[in-house]
């Protein structure tokens, strides 16, 4: 099995994963901190739960990325990807009785997105400069 399709794997159970983690019905969570560093649990939660994304995908689709603005077009792919990702989310959570929706938490994930998708655009560039 090569490194893409561990990859490939890997995103499709975090995909899995960040949906039970929006939709799920938790009865019983511990009690945390409500914030860190004036920070609400919840935004850092949302923000660590969709910065893998970007990193993932890049791994498992990195070889169609061989100029630089196949780069650009990949990283701007991927951010819309997540976006529609966090939206839906979002937009689903708004349907169910035990969550709610909150733009702020859609803002966490832009973010998450956003710093990742930048990181994967630092990656793939330096990877065509040390194939060159």
């Known amino acids: 099995m090569t490194r893409r399709w561990i990859f490939?794997?890997?995103?499709?159970?975090?995909?899995?994963?960040?949906?039970?983690?929006?939709?799920?019905?938790?009865?019983?969570?511990?009690?945390?901190?409500?914030?860190?560093?004036?920070?609400?649990?919840?935004?850092?939660?949302?923000?660590?739960?969709f910065f893998p994304?970007?990193?993932?995908?890049?791994?498992?689709?990195?070889?169609?990325?061989?100029?630089?603005?196949?780069?650009?077009?990949?990283?701007?792919?991927?951010f819309g990807i997540g976006c529609l990702l966090a939206g839906a989310t979002e937009i689903g959570q708004g349907f169910t009785q035990y969550r709610s929706r909150d733009p702020k938490d859609f803002q966490a994930d832009g973010l998450a997105l956003a710093i990742s998708c930048l990181i994967v655009l630092i990656i793939d560039l330096a990877k065509q400069r040390i194939k060159k």
Do not use: E, Q
């Not at 938790?26 to 919840?42: L, R």
């Open 53 to 78: 994304f970007p990193l993932l995908a890049f791994g498992g689709f990195d070889k169609y990325t061989t100029k630089p603005w196949h780069s650009f077009l990949f990283v701007a792919v991927l």
């Open 8 to 49: 490939r794997i890997l995103l499709v159970l975090y995909l899995c994963a960040v949906a039970w983690l929006c939709f799920g019905h938790f009865s019983s969570i511990p009690n945390v901190k409500m914030s860190y560093w004036g920070i609400p649990t919840d935004k850092i939660v949302h923000f660590l739960m």
